[in-house]
């Protein structure tokens, strides 16, 4: 089966309402391939999902960057999947690295919070990534299994989650992983998903990679074949996010 080429761009903790409208009206404008070839979610900070739900194309979704692990109640400053839901937000990003490292996220809270926003209708980008200290000591994937396990335990059915690979050293680093290094982990993690999910998840799950994505480098991260799209960082934020979403037609001639 094919899975639709996915690009996500995560704005993190950036922008102004007039930063914010302007890269909407970029988004807006650009010719891109059809919404039958490559699905587009863009995650702006909660206070402006609102406004950029409001002035998207269409064909383009939006993502909320975090939400709580349960229904809402006294949890100051959290925000809680079923008001994602109550207002219209379909896509949610879990387990991104900066929070697991600076927010001291365990593997298990974030298993929670997929558990969650999926029952909640929720559909979840689902982060899991090596630092660069793991990787040297060769336990990437020992990690990955780990973080990816947590949610396994707590998801039988995996048709609304994208997994996003993201190694921690090529965050925002300008230090990509090599088309070979990321298939590797994509290859790797597929089979996981394979013995500890079944078939049909590791058929039919996507899995993105993430980690100073550019409008040059991404086309040839796209020729791989367990490479099914990006989450984007920096460069969302810039109009080369345009050059990345087309880079499905490299994907489609690979
Ligand atoms: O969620 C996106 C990743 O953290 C990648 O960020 P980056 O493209 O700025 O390296």
Redesign the pocket.
């Known amino acids: 089966m094919s899975r639709k080429f996915f690009v996500?761009g995560?704005w993190?903790c950036n922008g102004t309402i007039e930063e914010v409208k302007k890269i909407v009206t970029t988004l807006n404008e650009a010719e891109v391939p059809s919404e039958d070839d490559v699905e587009v979610v863009v995650s702006p900070p909660f206070v402006f999902l609102p406004v950029v739900k409001t002035l998207l194309r269409s064909d383009f979704s939006v993502a909320a960057q975090n939400c709580w692990a349960r229904k809402g109640g006294a949890f100051t400053g959290e925000v809680s999947a079923d008001m994602l839901i109550n207002l219209g937000i379909p896509w949610v990003?879990l387990g991104?690295?900066?929070r697991r490292l600076l927010l001291n996220e365990s593997n298990e809270f974030v298993g929670d919070k997929v558990s969650y926003a999926l029952a909640q209708g929720l559909k979840v980008i689902a982060?899991v990534g090596e630092t660069l200290e793991q990787r040297e000591s060769g336990s990437t994937m020992a990690v990955i299994a780990a973080q990816t396990k947590a949610i396994a335990e707590r998801v039988s059915n995996w048709s609304n989650i994208v997994l996003?690979y993201?190694p921690v050293w090529?965050?925002?680093?300008g230090k990509v992983a090599t088309p070979s290094q990321a298939q590797e982990v994509h290859f790797d993690l597929r089979k996981w998903l394979h013995d500890n999910a079944g078939a049909e998840a590791a058929i039919s799950t996507r899995i993105i990679y993430?980690?100073?994505?550019n409008g040059e480098n991404c086309r040839e991260l796209a020729t791989q074949p367990d490479v099914d799209g990006f989450?984007?960082?920096?460069?969302?934020l810039k109009p080369e996010f345009i050059d990345i979403i087309k880079s499905v037609t490299v994907k489609k001639s690979a």
């Open positions: 996500g995560n993190k990003i991104h690295s900066e982060c996003a993201e090529a965050i925002g680093t993430g980690g100073s994505v989450l984007v960082g920096g460069a969302s």
